[in-house]
């Protein structure tokens, strides 16, 4: 069964550092999206992307945040100068349209900010 | 608005017993429902989801979960818990577009008692 790739799965980084995050999401999905998960806390939207372009996104979204489509296969989340706060599991997902279709989650990169 | 609220973030059942994981929403309009799993260390796992057709839904795992629009509830169950049901559970409900309105319930960690 085909399925959300994420890479690294375990990113440690320094404050002030950016990172990318990467994704590659399933094949035939059109609709893809970045999700974290702050330790013990709650799953939390970040952006959803859809047609090279984001549809929407949440207000933890910031100007430090941004996503590609560099290549028609690989989703990057790009965070430009990490906080320790910023210190979470970043889920990506995609699905096949947009209305009730499920999403289909990686397995996470966990973003350690020192 | 949505929301979506588990009622218990932590339940601990004996290995055979029932398994019973409690959601309620609020939605404006007729929601699509979700339940994911995440073991540890892994990725959201898509359990079962209710898209407005039958009220009893049936997933993967032998889990299904019941729509009561009456009582705004989602309730997961299982007849019989197993060592390999112990794992966090989200109750998740989106509305008829836009990735923004997917919202995640806080959790319920499931704990299995040999």
């Known amino acids: 069964e085909p399925e959300v790739t994420q890479t690294p799965s375990h990113q440690v980084t320094q404050m002030g550092q950016e990172v990318i995050l990467r994704c590659v999401p399933i094949?035939?999905?059109?609709?893809f999206y970045w999700y974290r998960q702050i330790l013990g806390q709650k799953v939390e939207f970040l952006v959803s992307?859809?047609?090279?372009?984001?549809?929407?996104k949440s207000e933890i979204f910031d100007d430090q945040f941004s996503v590609e489509r560099p290549d028609g296969s690989n989703f990057t989340l790009k965070i430009r100068s990490t906080k320790l706060e910023d210190s979470a599991m970043y889920f990506c997902?995609?699905?096949?349209?947009?209305?009730?279709?499920?999403?289909?989650f990686g397995n996470g990169t966990r973003l350690t900010v020192t | 608005a949505q929301s979506v609220t588990q009622l218990d973030s932590h339940v601990s059942v004996s290995e055979g017993t029932p398994v019973l994981l409690r959601c309620n929403y609020s939605s404006s309009y007729s929601p699509s429902l979700f339940w994911y799993v995440q073991h540890p260390n892994k990725g959201l796992q898509l359990l079962l989801k209710y898209t407005s057709a039958a009220t009893l839904v049936k997933g993967i795992n032998g889990f299904e979960a019941e729509f009561k629009k009456s009582e705004t509830s989602f309730h997961l169950t299982k007849p019989s818990a197993h060592m390999s049901d112990a794992a966090e559970y989200f109750c998740v409900v989106s509305g008829p577009s836009s990735a923004s309105k997917i919202i995640f319930g806080s959790g319920t960690r499931l704990s299995i008692r040999p």
């Open positions: 997902a995609s699905s096949s349209t947009a209305n009730n279709s499920p999403l289909h």
């Open positions: 992307f859809y047609n090279n372009e984001i549809s929407e």
């Open positions: 094949s035939n999905h059109l609709y």
